[in-house]
């Protein structure tokens, strides 16, 4: 199809990313709907077989965020007050509010400026006696250095967790995200490479860990006659040994998990034609970094995230909202939020992450793109650069 410039088809808004939902996925959905189980139903357990084949085999715990699957992943690791945690700020806030919220101190380590993701070497000066996890964020689908980042971790008496918010399908020196890392999250929010609309789940490799996060998904209640204090109490007897919460994800919502993982492998290509062709599109201009891929990563590109140079990424982010494209930032740096500075964190004390938000742009990344729809960001990206 042709479009001519000016209708209103070409100028489209773009977001800077969103859902792809079939036929399929919504053949699957109606299909829960109109059974016996709309919640902690078979589905469930089906979409945390399928999501532990593309986590190298670890079993998953399905819940309802990428939020609660950090909180469950936390609570499970058995972080608490005087506990450290230890993370980049180059992610949205949600990874450390969660571990703030369960009473730890959040220790932010800078990033490498190539992928923005944590740099070892600052988490070996980050580490502490007390640090009870090591969170890394695989930025824009490209995963952290996670088998050094866990040998450190290790040698530390500490566990490594994945925010793999951006990275189901990734793949680092050949092994899947899920299986780098003693307990990866995922988040399943539209914008996403997979999508329930809103959801998560938590992927553990010692039994231990993931029992727990099952448990704190379903208000720690324990229903096994055998594990239970007073199993004689009848058969409607269950007890709570430790507190949790409600975060369980209903069949529906896991239903449509099941049907879009069926199309990750699609969504993957898909996203690694649009990352190619924005590279052919801007690799000649002066005006802007474009993403590194290390040699060990096999990314699934969640963000096609440019770096501005010489101070102009918010005049090209306000160029190209005023042309109907989403562009967006990710992330503020998380200690600068208000309400980590309230608690004493700094700006300047993690300067390469905040060189590199002063930078950041994201431009419009999803499997529904059309290539013509790339080529009008790339015409837009060259045309405020003078270079159309
Ligand atoms: C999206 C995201 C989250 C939160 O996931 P939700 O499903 O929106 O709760 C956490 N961490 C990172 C890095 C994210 O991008």
Redesign the pocket.
């Given at each position: 199809m042709t479009l001519s410039p000016d209708s209103p088809e070409a100028t489209a808004p773009l977001p800077y990313g969103r859902q792809s939902v079939d036929d399929d996925d919504i053949a699957a959905v109606t299909a829960v709907l109109s059974g016996d189980w709309l919640t902690t139903g078979p589905a469930v357990q089906r979409f945390e077989a399928d999501l532990a084949e593309w986590a190298g085999g670890v079993p998953t715990v399905a819940v309802t965020?990428?939020?609660?699957a950090?909180h469950v992943a936390y609570a499970a690791a058995g972080v608490g007050p005087g506990d450290e945690v230890v993370t980049t700020p180059m992610?949205?806030v949600?990874?450390a509010a969660t571990a703030c919220l369960l009473g730890a101190k959040v220790v932010f380590a800078d990033v490498t400026p190539d992928t923005a993701n944590l740099d070892p070497s600052a988490v070996a000066a980050a580490l502490s006696p007390r640090t009870r996890v090591v969170s890394a964020?695989d930025y824009a689908g490209h995963p952290a250095e996670l088998d050094v980042l866990g040998a450190m971790a290790t040698a530390h008496g500490a566990l490594l967790l994945d925010?793999a918010?951006?990275s189901i399908g990734s793949t680092w020196r050949g092994v899947p995200v899920g299986a780098l890392a003693d307990l990866t999250t995922f988040?399943?929010?539209p914008t996403?490479n997979v999508t329930t609309a809103?959801g998560?789940a938590v992927a553990a490799r010692d039994p231990r860990l993931l029992a727990r996060a099952r448990s704190f998904r379903n208000h720690g209640l324990v229903r096994e006659p055998d594990e239970q204090r007073t199993p004689d109490e009848g058969g409607w007897h269950q007890e709570v040994h430790e507190l949790g919460l409600n975060y369980r994800l209903p069949d529906v919502l896991c239903a449509l998990g099941s049907s879009q993982l069926r199309r990750l492998g699609h969504f993957k290509r898909r996203r690694a034609a649009i990352v190619e062709r924005y590279r052919e599109g801007l690799h000649d201009l002066d005006g802007v970094l474009l993403p590194t891929q290390r040699p060990e990563a096999d990314p699934i590109w969640h963000l096609f995230a440019l770096q501005v140079l010489e101070g102009r990424r918010r005049a090209l982010y306000e160029h190209l909202r005023c042309r109907r494209i989403g562009a967006q930032v990710n992330f503020l740096p998380v200690h600068w939020h208000p309400v980590f500075a309230d608690m004493g964190y700094r700006r300047g004390s993690c300067p390469v992450a905040e060189e590199f938000y002063r930078r950041q742009l994201s431009l419009p990344l999803w499997p529904d793109l059309r290539d013509d729809q790339v080529d009008r960001v790339i015409g837009e990206v060259r045309h405020f650069f003078g270079a159309d």
């Open positions: 965020s990428g939020t609660a950090l992610t949205f949600a990874t964020v925010d918010s951006h988040s399943f929010y996403k809103e998560g």
